[in-house]
Every structure is written in C-alpha cells, then in structure tokens.
C-alpha cells in the first residue's frame, strides 16, 4: 500500500502563533524540529501497519521545512518550490490513501493561525460552496480515486474535516484558545495518540470514499481589497464579480481549477499599499 502525506504546519503540536512558522523568527528552528519527529511518528506507524512506500509533501509556506536529516530513513520527500500542484505534489491514482497531518481551519474561521493559503483570502469557492485548504486538497485526492483517511492539527481543524469527510479520522493535538494561543499536548503524548490514529485510520480505511470533485468547476477567489482582485484578474479567463472582490474562473477540471487558485494567489500577493 502506498500512503501519500501532505504536511503543513500550523497544525503541528504546541505552534500558537507566527513565530514558529515564519524562517525569520525565534521559535522557527524549534517547529521545525517539531514537525519533523510528529510526522516520523506517523510515518512509522504507516511502516508497521503495512504499507510498502510513504511519499512525504512539505506544504508549508516556501516547502523546505522539514529536516530530511531527521526524517524516517525509508520516506520519500519533496521539498521546495515550485511545485505544480503545491501541498498535493507527486500524488497520482496509484496511491491508496492521504493523510493531512499538521492542518488547520480556513479563512474567516476560529482555530490556531486560520488562513486560506495567503492572507489576502476572504474566501474559496468552488460552485459557491466555501473550502479551505484541506477541502481544495482532499478534491485534488479525489481526482484521482484517492481518499484523505486522517487529518490532524487543532480541534477546529478536526472539526472541519469531520464535516468534509465521512469516516475521516481526525487527530486532534491541540485545542485552539484564540487565533494564536492553544492548549497543546506534548510532542511525545501527540506522537503516540498520532501513531494509534495512524493505525486506526488504515484499518478502517475502506470506510472512507474520496471526495469527488464537481466536473467543470467554478473557482471563485474573495480577497480582502479590491487590488488584490486587480492583480489575480490580470491572469487570462477570470474575471472580477461587479461590485466584489471576487475574482471568478471556470475551469475544466479540479486539477485546472487548483492551478488556477495558485496563479491567482501568487498574483494578489503583489499588492501593496501606499505610503
């Protein structure tokens, strides 16, 4: 069985707040650490409960962040930037499971650090219903037949992914108090409760279908000012709702529409403000 990992990091344990996420700051180094023994655990427990090969996505901001020299020697990893297809990378139809490990909530939402990839996002939509990150990704997985069996991060997060998807197993490591202060286990205490999970989602993991994508979907992207829908307009097909700053774009496929988000995020990111 070959397992896919997409790991982000605002879910890992114990992170409240921008300095254990940002490379610039104080706390970033010891995240990172963090991360890299949470998503072993995971990946262990995967070894023992059966599967042959697990292939390892670093989805956090510029994607290099967790220690390859500290990684489960028998993982596969993919780091950096850029990446095609971002947090989903390198998952095809011969996978039989994904798990999101280290997630949180969307935009607009309560959780520790909810966002939807950048803050300039109000919303994503896809034919008018509301996702986040986790609900674009588990559609990408559903493209190709495959199902996200576990989701771990905050219990905001686990909440939200137990509404997305039937039967998913959802790990919760940390209760949120605000946007950045938690209630958090331990490393160790979530590494064991992660490595139980783990197990329990693969066992149960013919319970669990693959979120099947609409075909031909609309992608509409809600931004925080109207620049930014300025500069994520200027890509080819979209075009901003009047009086909005929702920028729309049909697309042929999830795959399509997933590029599209990425293009029109990066764009957005240009906006700045005066003086």
Request: proline share 4%; glycine share 6%.
């Amino acid at each position: 069985m070959k397992l896919y990992i997409s790991a982000d990091m605002e879910g890992i344990t114990g992170i409240p707040d921008h300095t254990y996420i940002d490379s610039s700051k104080h706390n970033y180094e010891r995240a990172r650490r963090i991360m890299t023994a949470e998503i072993n655990y995971a990946v262990e427990a995967a070894f023992k409960f059966g599967c042959t090969e697990v292939l390892v996505n670093d989805s956090h901001l510029k994607m290099n962040n967790i220690l390859i020299d500290e990684l489960h020697p028998d993982a596969a990893l993919i780091t950096g930037n850029v990446k095609p297809y971002s947090m989903m990378q390198g998952l095809d139809a011969t996978y039989e499971a994904v798990m999101f490990i280290g997630y949180h909530a969307r935009a607009g939402q309560p959780g520790v650090l909810s966002h939807s990839m950048i803050h300039a996002v109000r919303n994503f939509y896809i034919n008018d219903h509301a996702i986040g990150e986790m609900g674009f990704n588990a559609y990408v997985a559903g493209h190709f037949g495959v199902p996200v069996l576990l989701v771990s991060g905050d219990d905001e997060a686990a909440k939200e992914a137990e509404e997305l998807i039937p039967n998913v197993t959802s790990v919760v490591v940390k209760e949120a108090i605000s946007r950045s202060a938690v209630k958090s286990l331990t490393p160790k205490k979530a590494g064991e409760l992660l490595t139980g999970k783990v197990a329990e989602a693969l066992e149960n993991r013919r319970k669990v279908k693959a979120l099947t994508p609409p075909e031909k979907p609309v992608l509409k992207i809600e931004f925080n000012n109207y620049g930014q829908a300025e500069w994520a307009n200027l890509m080819p097909g979209t075009e901003i709702e009047k009086g909005t700053t929702i920028v729309r774009y049909h697309a042929e496929n999830i795959l399509e529409a997933y590029k599209a988000l990425l293009v029109m995020t990066e764009l957005a990111m240009h906006t700045t403000f005066s003086s």
